[in-house]
Structures are given as structure tokens and as C-alpha cells.
């Protein structure tokens, strides 16, 4: 008990002693050891590479985990997903051979692909990426700050026998602390070491932060790559889908234009002959296609990305189709696929 009550006052009275040192270095009133210039460089470059590590891991962070009440390791279903099957599971209430069941399977198994790809990135870049980030800063820069707290009380430490050694007046007293300040001294000297060398270390730690930057843009590149394929993929077919987005005009069979008795009469509908349709004289366009597009029959004409087509549109012609020319090569082509240009 009494080994415990001296130690415990020992601590007390070292912890005062160091205070006042530091306090009066604050104030000017005592000396303090330098650190070289190289040490002192090494501590600058371990801050910033700490003060920018945690701002990138955080918003990192944010950008692969906008919910911070789940942990991305866990996702099992990712909102795409989600979206996705409420899409398909209305298509079969809505009936899926109707044209806005058939567009909603389409669009909702587009989206669970998406998710897919989503999920398979927020792991990637989290095992990849946000991890290594965040070990450094549990794990290196917290062993760095213990060492380089218990460098400053030894430094303080240091001081205080220096300051301790200008005041001794008689031989005896400094002697003991000469003895002192040698003891102060080489444990300063020691600790210094291990705090430089682990400093040093910071390179190591871009080095490998590197790496991990690159994997994550591999994986970024990768996931975007992914979703742009998917989202072509899906404007094509909706391209060959025209019903899903036409609405016919109804015709009445009554006067006026209202249904007789509650009945509605057949659609009539006439078929586009494209080698009867001839190009208006005014009101023609260049377009720049902006996807690839295969026709789905002899009425399409095929389209290659990046490549300038000539369109105009012809009287009765659904709005989402143009007719496209190329050479002596003409067909429907649609209008999601083009930019017009003139």
C-alpha cells in the first residue's frame, strides 16, 4: 500500500514538475531542446499525411455509405435492387404482356444489374480502398502519437534536469544533477529513435495508400463502366419496344366522338413502307448517333456511334422515331439514340 501511495505521488509530483516547464517555455522564462530540422520535418509530414488521410477517409465514407447506420460490409440488397423487384413485382400485377408491364420488366431487371454492379463496387473499394485508410489511422498513427507523447515528457523531463543543473550552487548538488541530466538524457536520446523511425515510416504508408488509390479508381472505373453498358443495353431494347411508349388515339364509334355503349373500337392502323416514304423538301436534319443500334427488322436502319445520319419525320409517325438516311440506306431509327445537330 505504501509502494502504491509513493508511486502514485511520485506521478503527481512529475506530472506538476513537467507543467511548470512547459508553462514557462510558453511564457519564455525557460529554455527548451530543439529537435533538428530533419526530425521536425518528419513530425510536419506525419501530421498532414494524418489531417488528409482522415478527411479523404471520411468523405470516402461517405460517398460509399451515405447511411452510417449500416456498415457496407452488410449490404445485402442495395437500393437499385430494391427499386428493381418492386418494378418486376408490379409488371405482374399490371399484367406483363401489356406495354407498360413488359417496359417495367425491362427497366426493373436493368436496375437489379445496377445494384448488382453497386454493391460489388462498395465492396471492393471498401475492402481496397477505406480499409487500409482506416487501419492507418487506428492502428500506425495511434502507436505514432504514443510515441511521440512520451518523447515530449521526456523532453520536458530533459529540460527540467538542465534547468535543475544551471541552479545547483554547491558540489554535491551537481553532481546529482549532472547524474541527472546524463539518465534524462539518454532516455531522450532513446526515445527519439524510436519516434524517428517510425516517422520515417509515413513513406511506407503513401507507398501502400497509392496502391490502394489505384485500386479504388479500378474499381470506380470498372463499376461505372458497368452501369453505362446496362443503360445501353436497356435504351436498346426499349428502342425495339415503340408500343411501350405510343399511345394510340382512340377512335369512337359514335357521334361525336364518344363510345357507343361504354365500347371502345378497334385501333386502325396503317403500315409504314419505307420505300414509299420520301424525304420532305424542307425540314430535313443532321444527327449524330449516339449509341449503336442493330434494327430489329427491314423497317429500321441500323445505326453505328458517332456517325452523321441525315432525319426527318413523315405525317402519322410515332414522335419517338425518325427516319434516318445514309447514302441510299433509309429506315425508322429512334430518337433516344440521336443528337440532333441542325
Known amino acids: 500500500m505504501d509502494f502504491n501511495v509513493k508511486k502514485l505521488a511520485s506521478g503527481a509530483g512529475q506530472f506538476f514538475t513537467r507543467a511548470v516547464q512547459y508553462t514557462e517555455e510558453k511564457l519564455g522564462q525557460a529554455e527548451r531542446t530543439e529537435l533538428d530540422a530533419h526530425f521536425e520535418n518528419l513530425m510536419s509530414r506525419a501530421d498532414c499525411t494524418k489531417n488528409w488521410t482522415e478527411k479523404i477517409y471520411r468523405q470516402t465514407e461517405v460517398l460509399l455509405q451515405p447511411n452510417p ?7 445485402l440488397v442495395t437500393n437499385a435492387e430494391l427499386l428493381g423487384h418492386y418494378m418486376e413485382d408490379a409488371a405482374r400485377e399490371f399484367g406483363a404482356g401489356s406495354p407498360y408491364g413488359s417496359t417495367l420488366i425491362k427497366v426493373g431487371e436493368c436496375e437489379r444489374h445496377l445494384g448488382a454492379s453497386e454493391r460489388e463496387f462498395l465492396q ?13 489511422l487506428e492502428g500506425d498513427w495511434r502507436t505514432i502519437s504514443k510515441e511521440r507523447r512520451l518523447l515530449e515528457n521526456l523532453r520536458l523531463d530533459l529540460d527540467v534536469c538542465k534547468a535543475r543543473l544551471k541552479k545547483a550552487k554547491v558540489a554535491e548538488a551537481k553532481a546529482a544533477a549532472e547524474q541527472e541530466l546524463r539518465v534524462a538524457q539518454t532516455e531522450f536520446d532513446r526515445q527519439a ?5 517510425l516517422l520515417e515510416g509515413i513513406s511506407s504508408t503513401h507507398v501502400n495508400h497509392l496502391r490502394c488509390l489505384n485500386e479504388f ?7 461505372y463502366k458497368q452501369c453505362h453498358l446496362h443503360m445501353q443495353e436497356l435504351q436498346k431494347e426499349l428502342g425495339r419496344m415503340p408500343n411501350a ?33 420520301q424525304a420532305p423538301a424542307t425540314g430535313t436534319r443532321k444527327a449524330k ?54
Open 69 to 75: 447506420s449500416a456498415r457496407i460490409e452488410e449490404f
Open 124 to 136: 471492393t473499394a471498401s475492402i481496397s480502398f477505406l480499409n487500409p485508410l482506416r487501419n492507418f
Open 193 to 197: 529513435e524510436v519516434t524517428r523511425l
Open 217 to 223: 479508381v479500378e474499381a470506380q472505373a470498372v463499376y
Open 245 to 277: 411508349f405510343a399511345i394510340n388515339s382512340i377512335h369512337s364509334a359514335g357521334p361525336g366522338g364518344s363510345a357507343a355503349d361504354g365500347e371502345l373500337s378497334p385501333v386502325e392502323t396503317d403500315t409504314l413502307k419505307i420505300e414509299e416514304v
Open 289 to 342: 448517333v449516339l449509341y449503336d443500334y442493330d434494327a430489329a427488322d427491314s423497317s429500321e436502319l441500323s445505326l453505328l456511334a458517332d456517325e452523321l445520319i441525315t432525319v426527318y419525320t413523315v405525317p402519322g409517325m410515332d414522335s419517338d422515331w425518325l427516319i434516318g438516311e445514309r447514302g441510299n440506306h433509309k429506315g425508322k431509327v429512334p430518337v433516344t439514340y440521336l443528337e440532333l445537330l441542325s
